[in-house]
């Protein structure tokens, strides 16, 4: 059946059974947020609110907002341990999670990764349960090589036409064990940049990673 194996085809439904579920739980939460936005109007119609301008003009003529507003600096001795500021760094990096999404097999439920959504990043971490290879079906071939560079093919012809600067550029790395250079820790695409393409990392990630592990059983 133009060379779809059993496990393809019912990985397939799978998917596409997930896709469904996904849909339905999107309109809910669309129905969700438009009552609670209703709920809100009506509160503003019946209220008496300033608007953004007056509260930011009071603030600014206050007091205690001037002395806010002065810059402030900090010094910094040599005493400063590296660990200091890469738990700095980790803070700041914390600060601009956006969302955390489960990867999770179908099957089962079992979570298999966090998806972490940033502003210009995403980074995809399997669980610590979780030991898989850059080596396992499909991620070289599916994964990286169809999906991710797929879209970097079509930045590079949009830089060629002028659209896109090659600092927008999307791109990719992966992140491996120190210990084994082959089971991979951390899966990191930047510059994402529209929701669509978001999506489709994740629900590509989610059925290579599934398919890894199936390989992996084996």
């Not at 206050?62 to 590296?82: A, E, F, G, I, R």
């Not at 089971?183 to 529209?194: L, S």
């Given at each position: ?94 600060a601009a999670i956006q969302q955390v999404k489960p990867i999770k097999r179908l099957k089962d439920n079992f979570q298999v990764a ?48 002028g659209l896109l600067s090659e600092s927008e550029m999307i791109n990719f790395e992966v992140l491996t ?42």
């Amino acid at each position: 059946m133009l060379g779809y194996s059993d496990d393809d085809i019912k990985n397939a439904a799978e998917i596409r059974e997930w896709l469904t579920r996904q849909i339905l739980d999107k309109q809910d939460e669309i129905e969700k947020i438009k009552l609670t936005l209703s709920l809100i109007d009506s509160v503003l119609k019946k209220g008496s609110f300033k608007t953004a301008a007056n509260l930011n003009t009071t603030k600014s003529n206050s007091p205690q907002s001037q002395k806010l507003d002065q810059p402030t600096y900090k010094t910094y001795n040599n005493t400063v341990t590296k660990q200091k500021e890469e738990e700095k760094q980790n803070e700041l990096k914390e600060a601009a999670i956006q969302q955390v999404k489960p990867i999770k097999r179908l099957k089962d439920n079992f979570q298999v990764a966090q998806f972490y959504i940033f502003p210009d990043s995403v980074e995809i971490t399997p669980e610590d349960n979780v030991k898989i290879s850059l080596e396992t079906p499909p991620f070289r071939s599916f994964f990286l090589n169809r999906i991710l560079q797929g879209m970097k093919n079509k930045d590079l012809e949009k830089i060629k036409q002028g659209l896109l600067s090659e600092s927008e550029m999307i791109n990719f790395e992966v992140l491996t064990d120190e210990q084994n250079d082959e089971v991979i820790k951390k899966i990191i695409v930047n510059n994402y940049r529209d929701k669509e393409r978001l999506n489709e990392i994740f629900n590509t990630a989610a059925w290579v990673i599934t398919r890894m592990l199936e390989k992996g059983e084996k």
